[in-house]
């Protein structure tokens, strides 16, 4: 029944770029009205390729984003990373950095990365969690806005399929052992990702059609599933092949 309030609006297929403009807009907006009410804006930024679309959007200078974007009065957060050193191609700091913080105004005291290079992932965790509450000042912070991507196999953040990390109740950030990738990973928890203002989930592309479809129709089988913010709203902003397979009425709503 949940999914269905979700559908009513919030999903919107559309094609590829106007996603990744669609998100853009979400994030001009939600960052003004932050940095106009309380002086700064908080943003998990997730890796993954759909995600890039937006970062690259946001930092075009011939985009009119970058001009509205308060980029000074922003901290950059994420919500996971690989278990390797910044400069490492996979590292989602480094995909953002390339993207969008290198390109943009931001305050460097601002960004704040998981140390995804400290050779104890656990440790990493627990230190990105201090971090956060330090620099939010609240022991579970609600960060203005969390952008989600969607894996194939319903994994969201670095929240697997029947990983223990499903279960985790208190820690803001974890380091779960990912079997099927034998690495660790970092990642926010359920709980802090669930305390969300704006919870986006980005997804594009044909090969999402089906995992969309079964997390937002299907029956309670997967992490993504497990997004349910119980303050803030959860939005799903999808291309027109992610969504393809969705219900045609859901799609018709739109
Ligand atoms: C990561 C992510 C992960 C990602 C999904 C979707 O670090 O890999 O944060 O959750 O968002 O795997 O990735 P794609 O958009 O590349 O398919």
Redesign the pocket.
Same mark, same amino acid.
């Given at each position: 029944m949940i999914y269905m309030s979700i559908l009513k609006n919030p999903v919107n297929p559309v094609k590829m770029i106007d996603l990744a403009r669609a998100a853009a807009e979400h994030f001009v907006t939600r960052s003004i009205k932050a940095v106009a009410k309380k002086g700064s804006f908080t943003v998990a930024l997730? !890796?993954?390729? *759909?995600?890039?679309g937006l970062y690259e959007f946001l930092a075009n200078p011939t985009e009119p984003f970058r001009d509205q974007v308060p980029w000074s009065g922003i901290h950059f957060f994420w919500?996971?990373?690989?278990h390797v050193p910044p400069d490492h191609p996979e590292s989602?700091y480094r995909m953002t950095h390339e993207a969008m913080l290198s390109r943009v105004p931001v305050s460097q005291n601002n960004i704040h990365r998981i140390h995804g290079e400290n050779p104890n992932a656990a440790q990493a965790a627990k230190e990105y969690e201090h971090e956060i509450q330090a620099v939010t000042g609240e022991d579970l912070p609600q960060l203005d806005l969390i952008l989600? !991507?969607?894996? *194939?196999d319903g994994? *969201?953040?670095?929240i697997f399929p029947d990983s223990e990390v499903l279960q985790e109740t208190e820690r803001l950030v974890a380091a779960p052992w990912v079997e099927k990738l034998k690495t660790y990973?970092i990642t926010m928890t359920l709980p802090f990702l669930n305390n969300g203002a704006s919870v986006v989930f980005?997804?594009? !592309?044909a090969?999402?059609a089906e995992i969309v479809k079964e997390v937002l129709e299907g029956p309670q089988r997967y992490p993504a599933q497990a997004i349910r913010p119980t303050k803030g709203e959860l939005l799903w902003m999808l291309d027109k092949e992610a969504a393809s397979k969705l219900n045609p009425q859901a799609q018709a709503n739109q």
């Open positions: 997730s !890796g993954g390729s *759909t995600p890039k919500s996971d990373e690989r989602n989600l !991507g969607l894996g *194939t994994h *969201t953040a670095s990973r980005l997804v594009s !592309g090969d999402k």
